[in-house]
């Protein structure tokens, strides 16, 4: 496996489009088109949270019921969440004008937004940038580009990836691209991730390996501990690679499987070093767990606490807010047990061992924490699962842009 | 039952007293001691975090196995968590000291700390401050004062209440104080709260009494969703006002409920207009709900998002961010039934009708929610239960406090 260049445009028949629809934003671009030439099996992951957006019961139903998907039509500004059946009307204008301008079936056609809840789509708008998007669509790296770039809201930079690997002999691309601060995270800053994919595999397995993938990945990112309405990931697998078809767990699965992780591992550090006001990406390791679930309870509560954020946006080593988060996790374990490391490219700390401080230099700590990435690793000592979780620092500058965002 | 002045010295036979022992901060008290002529029956609730400190552990032994106290020392500036077998014998050296001083058993003085996680106290001092409060203790309203001040920590003003009501002829007083930014909250601003009545009562009913209250009033208040390792609730009751024993759930034990629920209501909107870095006591009032443990589910789930409370800060209507907190609380209801009002000195207004926008002007909105106390009030439709809980906004100065805290 190896990382090439580009995003969703990287496999074989994927071709891109990027259009300034004049949706909230001016002078920027604010909608994506991704397109296969081939018909793709679709997997999705969608929000758990109860209000969910009109575009995300819409590709639910696409993804769970019908068997092709061509085409995602994605725009920012306007997140389509409680709309009602107007903003769910709205989903099916989109599909309609995609499903006219590619020739492509209007139940192949999913849709995503992100932005403000509560306001109705501009659907004329919409239509107009859909067609001009059809107009243009290129399988070139920067067309994939164009499109990461116009689903921004908050992001300060655009988020793709992409990896080759071979199954049978044949060489396979799998690429990606997302924004948002995380899946915890403003209603204007929803998580939106699309990957694209020309392995040739069943539908039911590509669902599995999404499912299960995002556990270790998105599921791990915490900004702020609001679960947006619209959280979408999509996956589309066009085939095109030409590989002997994927239908079991076996050897090429996990091949495949193997290539999903680097890349939504990627994003996810990107989406968590690229939270909101951030200064530093935090990464927490909870190692020596009795189970996997103990662990990634431990480890995203250490990474939602807003009182261990603010210590790293300060370069503190304030360990004990780290123990804290833990204990009130809901996860047990022993307290007087747990040594905690501090790492970074500065080096790495032992802070505390059994529980109790061990007298490190605070200044050394600093060091350490002054970092953009910073790791803090607990070592629970109790078995031998781990999990990894990714946040980022709270800064002054998360409540400025929560604060003022809509006025 | 009328409000009256004072705080802990208002009950009959309660004094105070505080010390300047200089545990951490400079030119200020940091130790409060609180007694009782005569001994008296004690209740207590405690952090949930399975990180207890030290004194929580001490507390749960004295209220849960032995059937008097007499005294509470309290210090600021170091919470004694996270301090091993030697953080738990200066419990029992403080103890011991007050026993010494006040000629009271051991184990009927019960201790509380809070201040910043893993540091050991330094314990000389404290024995001093001990010696010092016991030659000076006082029933005056002002002693009490001095208490509830020298337990402050990052709280900008003390925080003390009392009530009077009737039982059987004879007047029953309650007083109290507190500190802290909320029962979540920052590891060196741990939520304490201490209360004492002379009501005669008996130890079961006094506990069973503070332990349903507590979920009406301080459960229900929170600052930062982070729960802190030494929260403490004591209730002491010395029976001197003479009344009737209460000794079932009669019309005296409802009398005295109802009087509890007044100060810790009091108290808990003081904690939560208080909160670190606060400019606004956000209240969040669930209405129409099935079942009251529904109403607690989402009220909480609003009043605990750092996006709710950025836009809180910002005086930005924005109830998208409202409606997606309870989607993801965990409670089931039918977003397309919720209306939603903002309320507060300035006025009411309906936001949400039905799970979408009125069409509201957000001038007006504004102005609401320009007031130093806001409400939002959302109406399920689903029954006829209701829950409030309080929080406050989430402002710069929350970030600055919690960075730069231990440098």
């Given at each position: 496996m190896k990382a090439v260049e580009g995003?969703?445009?990287?496999?074989?028949g994927f071709q891109a489009a990027a259009a300034a629809a004049q949706i909230k934003y001016k002078d920027r671009t604010d909608m994506a088109m991704i397109y296969s030439e081939a018909p793709c099996s679709a997997a999705g992951t969608f929000t758990?949270?109860?209000?969910?957006a009109a575009p995300v019961k819409w590709d639910q139903d696409i993804v769970y019921h019908h068997q092709n998907a061509h085409v995602i039509v994605v725009n920012s500004?306007?997140?389509?969440?409680?709309?009602g059946a107007e903003g769910f009307g709205y989903c099916r204008a989109t599909a309609a004008a995609a499903s006219k301008a590619l020739?492509?079936?209007?139940?192949?056609v999913l849709v995503a937004s992100t932005g403000v809840i509560g306001m109705q789509l501009p659907v004329d708008r919409i239509q107009n940038g859909v067609r001009q998007m059809a107009a243009s669509l290129s399988g070139e790296i920067e067309a994939g580009t164009a499109a990461a770039k116009a689903?921004?809201?908050?992001?300060?930079e655009k988020k793709e990836a992409a990896v080759q690997f071979e199954i049978g002999g044949h060489v396979v691309t799998l690429g990606g691209m997302c924004k948002g601060?995380?899946?915890?995270?403003?209603n204007m800053c929803t998580m939106l991730c699309f990957l694209t994919t020309d392995v040739n595999i069943s539908k039911e397995l590509l669902q599995e390996a999404l499912s299960e993938n995002i556990k270790d990945t998105?599921?791990?990112?915490?900004?702020?501990?609001d679960t947006s309405t619209n959280d979408t990931v999509l996956l589309l697998a066009?085939?095109?690679?030409?590989?002997?078809?994927?239908?079991?767990?076996?050897e090429d699965f996990h091949s495949f499987c193997k290539a999903l992780n680097y890349v939504n591992t990627f994003l996810s550090r990107k989406i968590a070093g690229d939270?909101?006001?951030?200064?530093a990406l935090f990464e927490v390791r909870i190692v020596g767990a009795k189970s996997k679930e103990q662990a990634v309870t431990l480890a995203k509560s250490v990474v939602s606490s807003s009182l261990t954020k603010a210590a790293i946006y300060g370069h503190d080593a304030n360990w004990g807010r780290i123990l804290c988060a833990m204990g009130y996790s809901g996860a047990s374990f022993d307290p007087e047990k747990v040594d905690l490391y501090f790492e970074s490219r500065a080096g790495k700390i032992k802070i505390m061992e059994n529980g109790v401080s061990?007298?490190?230099s605070e200044k050394e700590a600093t060091k350490i924490l002054s970092e953009d990435e910073v790791t803090a690793i607990a070592d629970?000592?109790?078995?031998?699962e781990s999990a990894t979780a990714w946040g980022c620092d709270l800064t002054y500058d998360y409540v400025k842009i929560n604060a003022d965002y809509r006025s």
């Amino acid at each position: 496996m190896k990382a090439v260049e580009g995003g969703v445009t990287a496999a074989i028949g994927f071709q891109a489009a990027a259009a300034a629809a004049q949706i909230k934003y001016k002078d920027r671009t604010d909608m994506a088109m991704i397109y296969s030439e081939a018909p793709c099996s679709a997997a999705g992951t969608f929000t758990t949270n109860i209000v969910k957006a009109a575009p995300v019961k819409w590709d639910q139903d696409i993804v769970y019921h019908h068997q092709n998907a061509h085409v995602i039509v994605v725009n920012s500004g306007i997140a389509n969440a409680c709309t009602g059946a107007e903003g769910f009307g709205y989903c099916r204008a989109t599909a309609a004008a995609a499903s006219k301008a590619l020739s492509v079936p209007e139940d192949s056609v999913l849709v995503a937004s992100t932005g403000v809840i509560g306001m109705q789509l501009p659907v004329d708008r919409i239509q107009n940038g859909v067609r001009q998007m059809a107009a243009s669509l290129s399988g070139e790296i920067e067309a994939g580009t164009a499109a990461a770039k116009a689903i921004m809201t908050t992001d300060t930079e655009k988020k793709e990836a992409a990896v080759q690997f071979e199954i049978g002999g044949h060489v396979v691309t799998l690429g990606g691209m997302c924004k948002g601060s995380g899946m915890i995270h403003p209603n204007m800053c929803t998580m939106l991730c699309f990957l694209t994919t020309d392995v040739n595999i069943s539908k039911e397995l590509l669902q599995e390996a999404l499912s299960e993938n995002i556990k270790d990945t998105f599921n791990m990112v915490s900004v702020d501990g609001d679960t947006s309405t619209n959280d979408t990931v999509l996956l589309l697998a066009n085939g095109m690679a030409g590989n002997p078809k994927i239908t079991e767990r076996n050897e090429d699965f996990h091949s495949f499987c193997k290539a999903l992780n680097y890349v939504n591992t990627f994003l996810s550090r990107k989406i968590a070093g690229d939270g909101e006001g951030a200064t530093a990406l935090f990464e927490v390791r909870i190692v020596g767990a009795k189970s996997k679930e103990q662990a990634v309870t431990l480890a995203k509560s250490v990474v939602s606490s807003s009182l261990t954020k603010a210590a790293i946006y300060g370069h503190d080593a304030n360990w004990g807010r780290i123990l804290c988060a833990m204990g009130y996790s809901g996860a047990s374990f022993d307290p007087e047990k747990v040594d905690l490391y501090f790492e970074s490219r500065a080096g790495k700390i032992k802070i505390m061992e059994n529980g109790v401080s061990t007298g490190y230099s605070e200044k050394e700590a600093t060091k350490i924490l002054s970092e953009d990435e910073v790791t803090a690793i607990a070592d629970i000592k109790m078995g031998s699962e781990s999990a990894t979780a990714w946040g980022c620092d709270l800064t002054y500058d998360y409540v400025k842009i929560n604060a003022d965002y809509r006025s």
